[in-house]
């Protein structure tokens, strides 16, 4: 007689971490309010690529793996929703794609992708270096400005003409001050729990945000009003991204069988949202990659050889087009690897909706799965010698040899950044345009400190002088 072998179940592996409550440790130097970073860093350090904790009751697990990263934001994202501090953030973006969860972001997702399309964003590449040769024509020789502000100037100037086609104005320009505000009392907001409840009461910090974002309001309303007026007027849609997004309908019908577009209230939580992820990310993404260059003299070099190369020295010199950007491979690599190391979204995270397996380990329902761009992009076993800025890691040779979500600036899955082609471009195109004319040594006496906010800024303006090509 034969006998089955009995089925062998994996035994479920507890989660290695913290033994107590996050306050527990709370005199502990990785335990730094506003510094998650440091906690991250010692976590893995200390238990390997999953750790566990657990915050006023919440149970929180930091991975590093890119399997797990891939199950939670691929293979099991159906038993995800985001992260609670991403859920709060609705008091800004109310219900736009970052923070809307299904089915109102499988809705909105599905009328704006037509306009980020690729072929959509290759029609902003001109504008797109024009804006950068405007900001380099006004620079002087020898002058030191902080390259942290002009880099949010500028793309600044680049969201609101490409895709809102609106002047900067002076509330245009207001966006900046009152995103600063906001960002400043992030971190206060966020870690308000039910924060929601509390938005009508006169606590200090809470008036400033709701003064700002009403201010934030009012810019966004009156550029749907007038884009709207325009529409109902007839005029010629200008191809901007906010026409589209207005333009464009339901590709499924609803109960009434009619295919409807964006009510005035999701197109401003929608605008909102992409001038806030589409400006302040690239900003931060340029201003790195300026530092890290003046610091690599021989990647710098090699920078400049190819847009030489591609578009030419003294008077053969001209701006980038769009014919060019297949040929700007190391500009584009230069990026990539600015982006390994300080990447603009540093973090990110989901909430569990139901029991879920990654390996040998079960993530209870509710708990809070975080992370890091940041800390992926250091560690030495996908990124040797990490601290090292070496471009040539993003050769495609170099590239196909890693784990995808070893790198993964613009997420993955169902809510990858609608804007990385966006992105990319604008990255490209400004990198480009403004070293086949200048190079940038840094000013400064130490090495620019990090802020881990939304997006990694650096901590205190970053000056460098402006030395002529
Ligand atoms: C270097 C620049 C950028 C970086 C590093 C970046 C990064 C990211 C990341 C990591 C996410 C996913 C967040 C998550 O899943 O929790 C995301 C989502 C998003 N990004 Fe970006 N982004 C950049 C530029 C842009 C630009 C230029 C735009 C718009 C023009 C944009 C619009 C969005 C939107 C709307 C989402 C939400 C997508 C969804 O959930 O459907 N981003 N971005």
């Not at 904790?53 to 930091?62: A, D």
């Not at 890691?393 to 966006?422: L, M, W």
């Amino acid at each position: 007689m034969t006998t089955t072998p009995p089925v062998l179940q994996p035994t479920p592996l507890p989660l290695p971490g913290l033994k107590h409550s996050l306050p527990f440790y709370a005199f502990k130097p990785w335990v730094k309010l506003g510094s998650p970073i440091l906690l991250f860093e010692y976590l893995l350090k200390t238990f390997g690529n999953i750790a566990h904790y657990r915050f006023l009751g919440t149970p929180i697990v930091f991975i590093n793996d890119p399997e797990y990263i891939r199950e939670v934001l691929v293979n099991q994202s159906s038993a995800f929703v985001k992260e609670r501090t991403v859920r709060r953030m609705k008091v800004l973006l109310g219900e736009g794609l970052i923070t809307s969860d299904d089915p109102i972001h499988i809705r909105q997702r599905r009328i704006a992708a037509p306009a980020f399309h690729r072929q959509r964003i290759a029609a902003y590449g001109d504008q797109i270096v024009a804006i950068a040769a405007a900001q380099r024509e006004q620079w002087q020789p020898n002058h030191t400005i902080d390259i942290a502000a002009a880099s949010m100037s500028l793309s600044l100037e680049i969201v609101a003409r490409t895709l809102f086609d609106t002047e900067v104005t002076a509330d245009i320009r207001s966006i900046n001050d009152e995103v600063n505000t906001i960002m400043d009392l992030y971190n206060f907001i966020v870690a308000f729990p039910r924060i929601e409840s509390f938005m009508h009461l006169p606590i200090p910090g809470i008036i400033k945000f709701r003064r700002s974002k009403a201010r934030l309001d009012a810019v966004v309303d009156r550029l749907i009003r007038e884009h709207r007026q325009a529409a109902a007027n007839g005029e010629p849609d200008k191809g901007d991204l906010l026409s589209m997004l207005l333009a464009s309908t339901d590709d499924q019908a609803d109960a009434s069988g009619q295919l409807t577009g964006m009510t005035d209230a999701q197109a401003r939580d929608e605008v909102l949202t992409i001038f806030l992820a589409g400006y302040e990310t690239v900003a931060n993404g340029l201003a790195w990659t300026w530092y890290l260059l003046s610091q690599n003299p021989d990647v710098e070099a090699k920078l400049h050889a190819e847009l030489d190369a591609v578009l030419g020295t003294g008077s053969n010199l001209r701006l980038p087009t769009l014919a060019d950007y297949p040929n700007l491979r190391y500009t584009e690599q230069v990026f990539a690897e600015a982006m390994r190391l300080y990447p603009p979204a540093w973090a990110m995270g989901r909430m569990s909706t139901r029991p879920v397996q990654l390996g040998p380990y079960t993530i209870p329902t509710g708990a809070h799965v975080f992370f890091s761009q940041y800390i992926m992009g250091r560690d030495p076993q996908y990124f040797p010698d990490p601290l090292r800025f070496d471009p040539d890691r993003f050769s495609p040779e170099n590239k196909a040899r890693r784990p995808k979500f070893t790198y993964f600036p613009f997420g993955g899955g169902n809510r990858q950044c609608i804007g990385e082609s966006f992105a990319w471009m604008e990255g490209v195109f400004s990198i480009a345009t403004i070293a086949q004319r200048w190079r940038l040594a840094y000013a400064g006496t130490t090495p620019p400190e990090v802020q881990a906010k939304i997006t990694l800024r650096p901590k205190d303006p970053l000056m460098m002088k402006l030395i002529p090509r």
